[in-house]
């Protein structure tokens, strides 16, 4: 037997045995028990046309992230966390809001039981630019948080202020 073919017969078995031992692994695998049972608060009523308008405000803050952090205008980071503050009160009553690195908000919102486990929820505030030239590309302007449609257009609407204000409403 040459060389050659024993090199590709012996990676063809170890490629076997990987292969097989990953279809086994997942197929006995069973997750971890929940430690505590998990229960469930009732869903609160929301106000699809006010988060809806919300979501439209936040659009019009241009908080636009360019490759070169001086390009950025620092004013809209501040005019969101206004924002943030004045559309939220109760959230922000509710929580302790830190600023990390100038932008980075954390806000922290202890429960009833600190021996349960903690749970994150993330969304990031800043959109990319538009690039210049394409703005007749776009269905309504990217700045101008358009509710039309049954949606509300506009950079940042799904990536990701959407999921921002979805997280405050």
Same mark, same amino acid.
């Given at each position: 037997?040459?060389?050659?073919?024993?090199?590709?017969?012996?990676?063809?078995?170890?490629?076997?045995?990987?292969?097989?031992?990953?279809?086994?692994?997942?197929?006995?695998?069973?997750?971890? *028990?929940?430690? $505590?049972?998990?229960?469930?608060?009732?869903?609160?009523?929301? +106000? &699809?046309?006010?988060? %809806?308008?919300?979501?439209?405000?936040?659009?019009?803050?241009?908080?636009?992230?360019?490759?070169?952090?001086?390009?950025?205008?620092?004013?809209?980071?501040?005019?969101?966390?206004?924002?943030?503050?004045?559309?939220?009160?109760?959230?922000?009553?509710?929580?302790?809001?830190?600023?990390?690195?100038?932008?980075?908000?954390?806000?922290?919102?202890?429960? *009833?039981?600190? $021996?349960?486990?903690?749970?994150?929820?993330?969304?990031?505030? +800043? &959109?990319?630019?538009? %690039?210049?030239?394409?703005?007749?590309?776009?269905?309504?302007?990217?700045?101008?948080?358009?509710?039309?449609?049954?949606?509300?257009?506009?950079?940042?609407?799904?990536?990701?202020?959407?999921?921002?204000?979805?997280?405050?409403?």
């Amino acid at each position: 037997m040459t060389t050659l073919r024993r090199i590709v017969l012996g990676s063809l078995l170890v490629l076997f045995v990987v292969v097989a031992v990953v279809a086994v692994r997942t197929w006995t695998y069973r997750p971890a *028990s929940i430690v $505590a049972p998990v229960k469930l608060a009732s869903a609160p009523s929301i +106000d &699809v046309e006010r988060a %809806t308008a919300h979501l439209g405000e936040a659009v019009r803050i241009r908080t636009v992230s360019h490759q070169e952090a001086a390009d950025n205008d620092v004013a809209e980071w501040d005019r969101l966390r206004a924002w943030l503050q004045a559309t939220y009160p109760a959230a922000h009553a509710a929580m302790t809001r830190d600023l990390v690195a100038d932008r980075t908000l954390v806000y922290t919102w202890l429960g *009833s039981d600190p $021996a349960l486990p903690a749970i994150i929820l993330m969304a990031h505030q +800043d &959109v990319v630019p538009v %690039t210049p030239g394409t703005d007749g590309d776009w269905q309504h302007p990217p700045f101008e948080g358009v509710i039309a449609d049954g949606a509300v257009w506009g950079r940042g609407t799904v990536d990701d202020k959407g999921s921002l204000v979805a997280l405050f409403e």
